[in-house]
């Protein structure tokens, strides 16, 4: 579904990406994981478009989208749920969600306000739906910035850091969701600090470390790999 190749990218004279090439098959989970700092956010960005490489290619649903606009590959089906969340405090949770319908795509994943409200693992948010963003929890903000990508209509949802600051049992709603997402048929491409959750869900992982894809393959073949693991994570297995 989406394809980079040899993608370079900097801030001014800094390259942060050297050359990263990466492969998200459909209706799979790939985790992308590393050290912070290394380029993960950076690479999400410049798939939405937010960010231009200076070379290489993005490819989506096999369309060159290489450099268009953050609000164009939104329309073709890419979501992104930013680290932070990013909800707007002022609005309440609904009209956060109706933010997510303006401009969004025409993907077969795309639901109503309501249908999301209606669905059980937003069940909190349904309660609270007219409650402005800055009330809500670290976790029920995660949660609507969920949701919002939903009604935008994700074929591809990128996940940046989903559950950084959650509370153990919010965690886990998050990954079951993520989780039940991939199982309705939403491809997803994850990026997650916390690496036991990434390969917990991921059917494909790969490791960023300096701006330069340094493995790729599938979880189990990673966790094998102490050397790697110890070097490029600094864990030991």
Do not use: W
Request: aromatic share 2%.
């Amino acid at each position: 579904m989406l394809s980079i190749n040899n993608v370079r990218v900097g801030y001014g004279e800094t390259e942060v990406l050297s050359g990263v090439s990466l492969d998200v098959p459909e209706g799979e989970i790939v985790a992308l994981i590393g050290r912070n700092g290394v380029g993960k956010t950076t690479t999400l960005r410049t798939i939405t478009g937010a960010l231009s490489p200076t070379s290489g290619t993005i490819r989506f649903d096999g369309e060159d989208i290489t450099g268009l606009s953050p609000v164009e590959t939104v329309k073709r089906g890419v979501s992104l749920v930013p680290e932070e969340r990013r909800v707007f405090p002022g609005l309440s949770v609904r009209e956060n969600l109706a933010v997510g319908t303006l401009g969004g795509s025409d993907s077969t994943h795309r639901k109503s306000i309501d249908d999301v409200l209606s669905a059980g693992a937003f069940e909190n948010l349904q309660e609270r739906q007219d409650s402005r963003g800055t009330d809500l929890s670290g976790g029920e903000q995660q949660m609507l910035s969920i949701a919002r990508a939903l009604v935008c209509g994700a074929d591809l949802l990128m996940l940046d850091e989903p559950t950084e600051g959650l509370a153990p049992l919010i965690m886990e709603r998050v990954e079951a969701l993520i989780q039940e997402m991939n199982e309705e048929g939403i491809t997803v491409l994850l990026v997650e600090q916390n690496v036991a959750v990434a390969l917990s869900l991921a059917d494909r992982v790969y490791l960023l470390d300096h701006g330069e894809i340094v493995f790729e393959g599938r979880p189990e073949a990673l966790t094998e790999d102490e050397e790697l693991m110890d070097k490029h994570l600094g864990i030991t297995v």
